[in-house]
C-alpha cells in the first residue's frame, strides 16, 4: 500500500513542482503559431513598456485601479500587459480567439469520456500488482472517467469472475519482455506529451483567473492522480491478495518468470466506509471536471487551429493509456478467480488438455488481513 502512495505521489510531484512558482516570467515571449507573429509584433510595437515592466517585475498600478479592471492582487504583473496586447488586437483575431477557447472548455469533458476509470487504475495497482505502470498511466492521461455520479464500478466487475489460466505457465517468453517494453516506451512517450503539453498551455497563454501563475493546466492534469489514490482505497477495502510465495516487486512490475499463474482475489461486501468513500470518489471527479473546464475556457492568445492540436494531443496520450491499460487488464482478467467472502481461498483449476497451453494445477494463494473498515 506505500508503495502504491509513495510512486503515484513522486510522479505527481515531479509533473508540478518545477512549474508551481509565484510569479513567472516567461509568459508573453512564446506564443502558439497560429497568431503568434501578431502578438509578437503588438508586443514589440505597442506594448514594450509594459512588457519589460513586466520581466522586471515593476507594477506601479494600485489595487483599486487593478480591481476596477477586473483583475486582482494574483493579476497585477500581467494584467496591464494583457490589457494592452487585447486594445491592439482586431476583432477578428479576437473572434478567432473565442472559438479556440470553446474548443478548450470542451477539452476536460471530451478527454472524461475517452480515458479510463479510476477503477481499473485501481485494479491494475491492487489486483496486478503493477503500481508503478499504473502510476505512470494515471499521469500520462489527464482523464478520469466517470459514468454517472455518485455510482461506483464494482471493482470485481471491473476483471468478471475468471476461472483462472496459467497465462505462461511460469514462463516469460521474449515476446512478452517486448511487449512490457514497448508498453513502458508507449507510457512514457504519452507522459512526455502531456507534460509538455500542460507547460506550454501556461506558458503560452495568459489565464485572468489568475494571470502570475503559469501552472493552472499542469495542475489540472495532476489533479486526476490523486483521485485515483482514492480508486486504490477503495478497492483495498474490497479485495485481499496475499500469494503464497509472492514474487519480489520489480519482478511483478516486469512480469517476471515467479509470477504465479492465476491470481486469486477475495472479495468482500460493501461497507459504510466503502459507500463514503464512493461519495467523495465522484465529488472529486466532477470538481477535476469543472476546474479542468474553468481554466482551459478561459486562456487567452491562442487561435482555433492550435486549440485542435493541443485537443488532439492530449486525445493522443489519453489513447495510448487506453489501450495499454486494457489490453494488462484482458490478460489479468484471464488469471483472476474471484472468490466471495468466506469461500475456502486454496483451490485447483480444473484440468485442461494440453492443448489449451495450461496446467492441471493452479498455484494457490491465502488471504489475509481485514476487509472493510
Known amino acids: ?122 485494479t491494475l495497482s491492487v489486483v496486478g500488482m503493477r ?8 499521469v500520462a492521461a489527464p482523464s478520469v472517467f466517470s459514468s454517472r455520479a455518485f455510482e461506483m464500478v464494482q471493482p470485481r ?9 496459467s497465462f505462461s505457465n511460469g514462463r516469460i517468453t521474449w515476446k512478452r519482455r517486448a511487449l512490457v517494453l514497448g508498453e513502458y516506451l508507449l507510457v512514457l512517450s504519452a507522459l512526455g506529451n502531456t507534460g509538455l503539453l500542460s507547460y506550454q498551455a501556461g506558458i503560452r497563454t495568459a ?19 490523486p483521485i485515483h489514490v482514492t480508486a486504490v482505497v477503495l478497492v483495498r477495502l474490497r479485495a485481499r491478495l496475499v500469494s503464497k510465495n509472492p ?52 486562456l487567452q492568445f491562442i487561435g482555433q487551429a492550435d486549440a485542435i492540436g493541443v485537443l488532439g494531443r492530449y486525445m493522443a496520450s489519453v489513447l495510448v493509456c487506453r489501450m495499454v491499460l486494457m489490453y494488462e487488464l484482458a ?9 466471495d467472502m468466506g469461500e475456502k481461498a486454496y483451490r485447483e483449476v480444473p484440468a485442461a488438455s494440453e492443448d489449451d497451453g495450461r496446467h492441471s494445477l493452479v498455484q494457490p494463494a491465502i488471504f489475509e488481513g481485514r476487509t472493510g473498515i
Request: aromatic residues 12%.
Open 157 to 165: 466487475d471491473v476483471l468478471g469472475s475468471g476461472r483462472g489460466s
Open 131 to 138: 503500481p508503478i505502470l499504473s502510476s505512470l498511466l494515471a
Open 1 to 122: 500500500m506505500a508503495q502504491n502512495f509513495l510512486a503515484i505521489l513522486i510522479l505527481c510531484s515531479i509533473l508540478v513542482g518545477a512549474e508551481a512558482r509565484y510569479r513567472s516570467t516567461g509568459q508573453f515571449q512564446e506564443w502558439y503559431p497560429e497568431y503568434g507573429p501578431i502578438f509578437t509584433r503588438i508586443r514589440d510595437d505597442n506594448c514594450s513598456a509594459e512588457f519589460q515592466n513586466y520581466l522586471d517585475g515593476v507594477n506601479n498600478i494600485s489595487i483599486e485601479k487593478l480591481e476596477s479592471q477586473g483583475g486582482s492582487e494574483h493579476s497585477r504583473f500581467v494584467q496591464p500587459v494583457m490589457l494592452c496586447i487585447l486594445d491592439h488586437t482586431n476583432e477578428y483575431v479576437k473572434a478567432g480567439m473565442s472559438s479556440a477557447q470553446v474548443i478548450l472548455g470542451i477539452t476536460p469533458s471530451i478527454l472524461s469520456i475517452m480515458g479510463p476509470s479510476s477503477e481499473e487504475f485501481a
Open 331 to 339: 490478460l489479468l482478467g484471464k488469471r483472476h478467480i474471484a472468490v
Open 247 to 298: 514474487p519480489g516487486f520489480w519482478a511483478r512490475e516486469l512480469c517476471l518468470p515467479s509470477e504465479p499463474a492465476s491470481i486469486f482475489v477475495q472479495w468482500g461486501e460493501k461497507t459504510k466506509g466503502f459507500v463514503a468513500g464512493g461519495w467523495l470518489h465522484s465529488i472529486f471527479i466532477i470538481g477535476h471536471l469543472i476546474f479542468g473546464t474553468v481554466i482551459f475556457s478561459s
Open 207 to 225: 489565464n485572468p483567473i489568475s494571470g502570475n501563475f503559469v501552472f493552472f493546466p499542469a495542475v489540472w492534469a495532476a489533479m486526476a492522480v
